[in-house]
């Protein structure tokens, strides 16, 4: 299957979705941005870099995942409409993550670019990273901030596991965007031999672009399946919003299809009016955050304010601009799902179908139980399952307590 999909909205020349997006970085890294764009369009074009992409994700990854009709949940709703979950959690590495990180580190190598570096907050992307440059052959050193470092201590041990370099950065807050700094430092200096892979739909172009086809095969597939199965299209596509790569990977093989609405979900932490949340799109205003423009929480002098949600994944300021684009165009809705609400929908989903979601993923899941008395009768509700909870189960023991 091709990478791109030529028929379907692409940026503008200098990277930007209507007023987002763009390239807003240091004059150096201006260069290397621009001769990535036109490696990745050649390599994109290159039908033998698509056949081996595609074995990597089907024979080592696991794609096509299925797409599997939750009908014990469907019950638990009332039973009137119905719900198909993308299983991106039974990817290899347990997310979404490994679509990304296995295209990046293939063009790398084909750019005769032997080190990588990325950087992680929860550590998520990490791990995807080092898995992928394990495979390939390639160097990876990972930034991570001091502070995620301690939060994170399991994931920082596997990156080790799987032969990386991790990086602690002290400066500023000792969290993500810390480390985003000093991996853009390092790609400044070492551009000549390195590829720097970013985690989602954020930064400058071409990476949102990029990002968004190697995790578009989501929507592809998921098209052809529902196709396949039921003969129609869905009538809503559900999925949570970090930085906005797993939704934008299932929404955009859509785009044309005027009928089918898009839900994008994001973290409301502890509620709006508490301030401690990550609804950047919801809450933010427009501003420019690690290269690029897009809805951002920030003050208001433009200083980046820290976001908060029980999911590390969701827990970030900024959003793609390709998503900032659709909100306000109208073609996707935007929502806020609290801590508390996810949590719900994590042990509905769990109990029902025997599938334990991540806390991101559980954003999404009640966002479907919160519009279930709306949805109309025989609708199709799909939705983008993009991780396992495994690796949430410490921090869910702090908020779930059982009777012995
Ligand atoms: C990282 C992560 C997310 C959030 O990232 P996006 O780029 O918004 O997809 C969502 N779900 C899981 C399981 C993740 O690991």
Known sequence: MPTVDATLPRPDATGRYGCYGGRFVPETLMQTLVDLEAEYKKVSADPAFHRELDFLLSDYAGRPTPL????????SLGGRFQVWLKREDLLH????????????????????????????????????????CALLGLGCIVYMGAEDMERQQLN??????LGAEVRKVTSGSCTLKD???????????????????????????????????????????????????????PDHLVACVGGGSNSIGLFHPFYEDADVEFWGVEAEGSGM????????????EVGVFQGSMSYVLQTNDGQITPAHSISAGLDYP???????????????HYLPVTDELALQALRQMSETEGIIPALETAHAIAQVIRMAPEVKDDAILLVCFSGRGDKDVFSLQKHIQFEE
């Not at 900024?318 to 996707?332: C, K, M, Q, V, W």
């Open 68 to 75: 599997w009709r939750a009908r014990r949940f469907e019950e």
């Open 93 to 132: 590495t347990g997310a979404h993550k490994i679509n990304n990180t296995l295209g990046q580190a293939l063009l790398a190598r084909r750019l005769g670019k032997k080190r990588i570096i990325a950087e992680t907050g929860a550590g998520q992307h990490g791990v995807a990273t080092a898995t992928a």
């Open 156 to 161: 920082v041990f596997r990156m080790r596991l």
């Open 179 to 233: 480390a985003t700094n000093e991996a853009l430092r390092d790609w400044l200096a070492n551009c000549d031999d390195t590829h720097y892979i970013i985690g989602s739909v954020v930064g400058p172009h071409p990476f949102p672009m990029m990002v968004r086809d190697f995790q578009s095969v989501i929507g592809r597939e998921a098209r052809e399946q529902i196709l396949k199965a039921e003969g129609r299209l």
């Open 273 to 284: 009016a508490t301030g401690l949340h990550a609804a950047t799109i919801t809450a933010g």
């Open 318 to 332: 900024g959003t793609g601009p390709e998503h900032s684009f659709y909100a306000d165009s109208g073609r996707a």
